[in-house]
């Protein structure tokens, strides 16, 4: 009789393999002058030996060295971080790291502002019939289109966490007057937020944010100690819009690629209300409020 195979087993075992895989990989490419270390006349193959790559990462030559065989050990974040630094890895290849190890990494806000590259712009202003914009790590918008700024408002306007769209959601009024479904739209864009925030526990910048939320919105601050959680969902939101009334659009969201943290959100018109020609309508009349500054939705 065949011995019982389980499937989850099995699928550890070959993430594993492919972590040892990896480790030994990154540890060959190196060059010992790159991180501090002699070249030396003797060695046998190119790269790191593993006895520098335990030096040089805080831990045991031979724990690592089962680590490279695909031994059943499982390394801490901790360690990752260790591992990753030594063995000098970008951002990609650390994410990757963690993700053979079966752990979520640790992220970390990178300094200065988040960039949105000439190439994300440009497709931007190219979908002249779908409002659409860029958010950053902690949710702030970053960059968007013509059609965003004539359905939502011009994001220009604001400044700092006004420009973020957790608090467009909670704790800007004229937003929330535009969302036909706030209650149910509000409490699943508050889920999703919390799992993107979760890697990124204890970041000044995050907490800031939620603190001000908290102070500025009594849903959120009851709903926040819930807990929930929710991935990057599509749908349908229904706009109010001031000007053009009921609008009806399909919305989803993408990450960037080779950008950690940035997604493009894209709201297509759908045929319901008429809502691409109130689109264009719009775009045809920038201020459709010159009486008083609409802000920003």
């Given at each position: 009789?065949?011995?019982?195979?389980?499937g989850?087993?099995?699928?550890?075992d070959?993430?594993?393999?492919?972590?040892?895989?990896?480790?030994?990989?990154?540890?060959?490419?190196?060059?010992?002058?790159?991180?501090?270390?002699?070249?030396?006349?003797r060695?046998?193959?190119?790269g790191?030996?593993?006895?520098?790559v335990?030096?040089?990462?805080?831990?045991?030559?031979?724990?690592?060295?089962?680590?490279?065989q695909?031994?059943?050990?499982?390394?801490?974040?901790?360690?990752?971080?260790?591992?990753?630094?030594?063995?000098?890895?970008?951002?990609?290849?650390?994410?990757?790291?963690?993700?053979?190890?079966?752990?979520p990494p640790?992220?970390?806000?990178?300094?200065?502002?988040?960039?949105v590259?000439?190439?994300?712009?440009?497709?931007?202003?190219?979908?002249?019939g779908?409002?659409?914009?860029?958010?950053?790590?902690?949710?702030?918008?970053?960059a968007?289109?013509?059609?965003?700024?004539?359905?939502?408002?011009?994001?220009?306007?604001?400044?700092?966490d006004?420009?973020?769209v957790?608090?467009?959601?909670?704790?800007?009024?004229?937003?929330?007057a535009?969302?036909?479904?706030?209650?149910?739209?509000?409490?699943?864009?508050?889920?999703?937020?919390?799992?993107?925030?979760a890697p990124?526990?204890?970041?000044?910048d995050?907490?800031?944010?939620?603190?001000?939320?908290?102070?500025?919105?009594?849903?959120?601050?009851?709903?926040?100690?819930?807990?929930?959680?929710?991935?990057?969902?599509?749908?349908?939101?229904?706009?109010?819009?001031?000007?053009?009334?009921?609008m009806?659009?399909?919305?989803?969201?993408f990450?960037?690629s080779?950008?950690?943290?940035?997604?493009?959100?894209v709201?297509?018109?759908?045929?319901?209300?008429?809502?691409?020609?109130?689109?264009?309508?719009?775009m045809?009349?920038?201020?459709?409020?010159?009486?008083?500054?609409?802000?920003p939705a």
């Amino acid at each position: 009789m065949l011995p019982h195979m389980d499937g989850t087993s099995g699928s550890h075992d070959e993430r594993r393999r492919a972590f040892a895989a990896f480790l030994r990989s990154r540890r060959e490419r190196l060059v010992p002058s790159e991180v501090g270390l002699p070249n030396g006349f003797r060695r046998r193959t190119s790269g790191l030996r593993r006895e520098e790559v335990a030096q040089l990462a805080g831990v045991g030559v031979t724990w690592y060295t089962w680590l490279e065989q695909g031994r059943r050990v499982s390394p801490s974040a901790e360690v990752l971080d260790a591992l990753a630094t030594a063995l000098r890895l970008d951002a990609a290849e650390r994410r990757h790291l963690f993700v053979l190890a079966d752990r979520p990494p640790a992220l970390k806000r990178e300094a200065g502002p988040e960039v949105v590259d000439a190439p994300i712009r440009r497709m931007l202003a190219s979908l002249g019939g779908q409002p659409a914009y860029v958010i950053g790590r902690r949710w702030d918008i970053l960059a968007w289109n013509r059609a965003a700024a004539a359905v939502f408002g011009d994001y220009a306007r604001l400044e700092g966490d006004a420009r973020n769209v957790m608090h467009l959601m909670f704790a800007n009024p004229a937003h929330r007057a535009m969302l036909a479904d706030w209650p149910s739209l509000a409490a699943v864009t508050l889920a999703m937020f919390r799992a993107d925030y979760a890697p990124y526990r204890g970041d000044a910048d995050f907490e800031r944010l939620i603190a001000s939320l908290r102070a500025a919105s009594p849903e959120f601050r009851e709903w926040w100690p819930r807990q929930e959680i929710a991935g990057h969902l599509s749908g349908h939101k229904r706009i109010d819009h001031p000007a053009a009334g009921r609008m009806l659009f399909e919305y989803t969201s993408f990450a960037v690629s080779g950008a950690e943290g940035l997604r493009l959100a894209v709201y297509t018109p759908v045929a319901e209300g008429d809502t691409e020609r109130k689109l264009a309508g719009l775009m045809r009349e920038p201020d459709r409020t010159p009486a008083r500054r609409r802000e920003p939705a």
